[in-house]
């Protein structure tokens, strides 16, 4: 089974931003052009608004972020995920 074959929505691969970490600079929000963040004018923060944008795997946002405030789940922790939902799947 393809993974688009499972409801991204069952799929919790986002990206989560620490504010207490973040400089408010935006390389995020400018380079993501799947509409993952959108900018919180008064906190002057990155807003993770549509996280199902986001395509498994990739977390080259993190990569970009000066002061690594981006996380993201394992990718270990995804598959396991990705895994349990094809076994409920074939069970059927
Ligand atoms: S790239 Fe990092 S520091 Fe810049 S706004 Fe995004 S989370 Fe904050």
């Known amino acids: 089974m393809a993974l688009r074959e499972i409801p991204r929505e069952k ?3 986002y990206p989560t931003v ?3 970490v973040c400089i408010g ?3 995020c929000v400018e380079f993501c052009k799947n509409g993952v963040f959108e900018w919180d004018e008064d906190r002057n923060r ?3 608004m549509n996280p199902f944008n ?3 795997g990739c ?3 993190a990569n970009i972020c000066p002061v690594d405030a981006i996380r993201f789940p ?3 922790e995804i598959r396991d995920v990705i895994r349990r ?3 409920e799947v074939t069970a059927k």
């Open 85 to 87: 939902l094809r076994e």
């Open 46 to 48: 990155p807003v993770v």
């Open 18 to 20: 620490d504010a207490d």
């Open 11 to 13: 799929i919790p691969w």
């Open 54 to 56: 986001c395509v498994v």
């Open 25 to 27: 600079d935006r390389q």
């Open 59 to 61: 977390s080259a946002c």
């Open 74 to 76: 394992s990718l270990q």
